[in-house]
């Protein structure tokens, strides 16, 4: 072992790594019920802290508190995400949309 090594605690890896966006948009899939065309936009925020925006279209009056304490919570806990995927480009950001029937594409999100 080096002589600078750390050894960290097993689970305390992960947090050293920032969320990728696709790990990002899972969580939020997985905590918020997506309704039948309901869309998540997930997009690349540069020279901004936190890194990205979120857009949830066709969730519901409803929801939207839900929404808004998520965004909140996902701002503070992972300001900063990973864009270092293959995303699609708009003005020159990534984005990366989910439906609640999947991954939706640039034809299908301009249909919804």
């Known amino acids: ?10 689970g305390k890896v992960s947090r050293l790594r920032a969320k ?3 790990e990002l948009v899972a969580d939020i899939v997985a905590l918020l019920e997506l309704p ?3 869309v ?8 901004d802290s936190p890194n990205w ?3 949830v279209t066709g969730m ?8 808004i304490e998520l965004i909140a919570q996902l701002v503070e806990t992972h300001p900063i995400i990973d864009w270092s995927g293959e995303f699609e ?8 949309r989910f ?11 301009h249909m919804l």
Do not use: F, Q, W, Y
């Open 89 to 96: 480009r708009s003005e020159n950001r990534r984005t990366i």
């Open 99 to 109: 439906g609640s029937n999947g991954a939706v594409d640039e034809d299908e999100a």
């Open 53 to 55: 925006s979120l857009s």
């Open 60 to 67: 519901g009056d409803n929801k939207v508190h839900a929404i």
């Open 20 to 22: 990728t966006a696709g």
């Open 1 to 10: 072992m080096h002589a600078n090594s750390v050894i960290l605690p097993p």
């Open 40 to 47: 998540i936009s997930l997009t690349e925020m540069t020279d």
């Open 36 to 38: 039948n065309g309901a």
